[in-house]
């Protein structure tokens, strides 16, 4: 791994059913993620996603290229929120590599250019 080396995930379009699964999962059943009356009263047009399925969906970038036991560090900051029906795309790319870690740049980003998370991981690069 060396510097400037990316990692790109695609997520498929985030669905009511996508939102239901994530809450029903996490436990995270805040009504505005799946209640689209809710969503309005707040003053939405629709629910949007759980932030932290897009911090899932982060973890599976980095799991899917190094064992978990490897992750050294992992951090976010929401940015955005995810509407439904959005496309997600999660990329990382590596900023540094050092005595044996990589530091890897991480985001979200939607079809439209919107950021909706940043953050950033320290992964072991041999055990």
Do not use: K, W
Not at 31 to 60: E, Q, T
Not at 63 to 73: A, G, K, L, N
């Amino acid at each position: 791994m060396d510097v400037g080396d990316t990692l790109e995930l695609g997520v498929p379009a985030i669905s009511r059913t996508t939102l239901a699964l994530f809450a029903g999962a996490s436990g995270d059943h805040n009504p505005i993620h799946i209640d689209l009356d809710v969503a309005r009263g707040a003053g939405l047009d629709d629910v949007f996603a759980h932030g932290m399925l897009s911090m899932a969906y982060l973890g599976r970038l980095l799991t899917d290229r190094f064992p978990q036991e490897r992750i050294r560090s992992y951090r976010v900051r929401f940015t955005a929120i995810t509407p439904v029906h959005a496309q997600p795309t999660c990329t990382g790319r590596v900023t540094a590599v050092a005595d044996g870690l990589a530091t890897i740049e991480l985001a979200v980003t939607l079809a439209d250019g919107t950021t909706t998370l940043t953050g950033d991981a320290v992964v072991a690069l041999d055990h």
